[in-house]
């Protein structure tokens, strides 16, 4: 059960969002789930990402739900004027085009701020202050450039992740920018401009590798050919042609592997009773435990794995996450896609005194929210028949 509206962590907290893709939305979906208002300033005719093809055709039903949206032409006079209007009632703006868009449209940090000084700006890009602040990133590009590619992919063939892990991150931080600032404000009654970053997450993510080669002084490998830290840490074929991840994380977890699965011989060997042995010993062993796994049934294996409290995990497919039991004991959030169909999809991973969150608002159509939020953010009837005139604002 979800928390009402009003008993939301953010209630009452005022956003606009000028955002595409993925990293700027999501800082708006986790504004947004937490209970605050976000309202998504999208281009007339909508949000392009909405018709994104492929590997993007989830990106706007993933990241934008609990928003109101509103439709702007933000380079001309009166949508300007609306937006600015918008943005001196906010508590905070999110955007993330490229550098220098937003002040180009009279909408960057120092422009609102004069108006609205109590304003947190948060701005998504490519990277932080330096020589490359002024280039456009990616979340594929920075994850080439920052080591995660070559970190995930094999020798000599670097490979992005498989989500947008970058886009997701970055966004997280920025949410993480956001409620420290709006802590500040609350002692100073302040705002101010706050930035996250692509290439500067991905050097974070990666940034335990970096540590690795200053402790070991040795180059890296991908971790498709690394040395693990465990011995027993590995994808294991079972006897009906699926297969199976376990993992063995220490010295009591290796004893009861060893009893679980009858491993006497294992057991009794001294020379592999501390981790460090039984990873400099595991080209050795780590076979007779393939063959005994090669002759187990996946779902056996997984039911005397789970009765000794031994880490393991299925190979899952994204799909296979819509019927898992553990998503769907209230992991998941219902929402109508543009065709019309229902299907359900991630929420955020938190709880609150136990409970969720929820959906409060499904995804907008473009535009859909214009005039209830012009009427609740302060503009009056005249106003609002003045922009329905200039076609600013949608009969």
């Not at 938190?350 to 969720?356: K, N, V, W």
Request: aromatic letters at 8%; hydrophobic letters at 40%; charged letters at 20%.
């Amino acid at each position: 059960m979800s928390p009402s509206e009003t008993e939301l962590p953010l209630s009452g907290i005022r956003v606009v969002e000028f955002t595409h893709m993925v990293m700027g939305p999501v800082v708006g979906l986790i504004l947004a789930d937490l209970g605050a208002e976000v309202v998504k300033v999208e281009p007339p005719g909508g949000d392009k990402t909405r018709k994104l093809p492929g590997s993007g055709a989830g990106y706007f039903p993933m990241y934008n739900r609990n928003k109101r949206s509103m439709c702007l032409d933000t380079r001309s006079p009166a949508g300007r004027e609306v937006a600015l209007r918008m943005c001196a009632r906010a508590d905070i703006v999110i955007e993330n085009f490229r550098p220098g868009a937003m002040d180009e449209r009279g909408l960057g940090y120092d422009q609102l701020a004069a108006e609205n000084p109590g304003l947190i700006y948060c701005s998504l890009k490519g990277f932080l202050a330096g020589p490359y602040q002024h280039r456009t990133a990616l979340d594929e590009l920075t994850q080439m450039m920052g080591g995660l590619a070559f970190m995930t992919g094999q020798p000599g063939k670097p490979m992005r992740a498989g989500a947008s892990v970058i886009d997701v991150s970055g966004g997280m931080f920025g949410v993480i920018a956001i409620l420290a600032a709006l802590e500040q404000r609350r002692r100073s009654g302040t705002g101010q401009y706050v930035q996250s970053s692509l290439f500067e997450t991905t050097s974070f993510l990666v940034g335990q590798h970096m540590a690795q080669h200053a402790v070991s002084g040795k180059a890296l490998q991908p971790m498709s050919v690394r040395t693990s830290a465990w011995a027993v840490y590995d994808i294991f074929e079972t006897a009906d042609d699926q297969q199976l991840f376990v993992a063995v994380v220490s010295d009591t977890q290796w004893r009861q592997f060893c009893d679980a699965f009858d491993f006497a011989e294992l057991a009794a060997d001294r020379g592999l009773d501390s981790n460090s042995q039984r990873v400099a010993r595991r080209d050795e062993f780590l076979p007779v435990i393939r063959a005994r796994f090669a002759g187990l049934h996946k779902q056996a294996l997984m039911d005397a794995l789970e009765h000794t409290g031994l880490p393991f995990a299925p190979i899952a497919r994204p799909e296979d996450l819509f019927e898992d039991p553990q998503l769907n004991a209230g992991g998941l959030v219902e929402v109508t896609l543009a065709d019309g169909r229902v299907t359900k999809l991630p929420a955020l991973p938190m709880a609150f005194g136990g409970q969720r969150m929820g959906l409060r608002r499904d995804l907008p159509q473009p535009g859909q929210d214009m005039a209830k939020v012009m009427q609740d953010w302060g503009f009056d009837g005249d106003e609002l028949s003045a922009l329905r005139a200039e076609g600013i604002l949608p009969d």
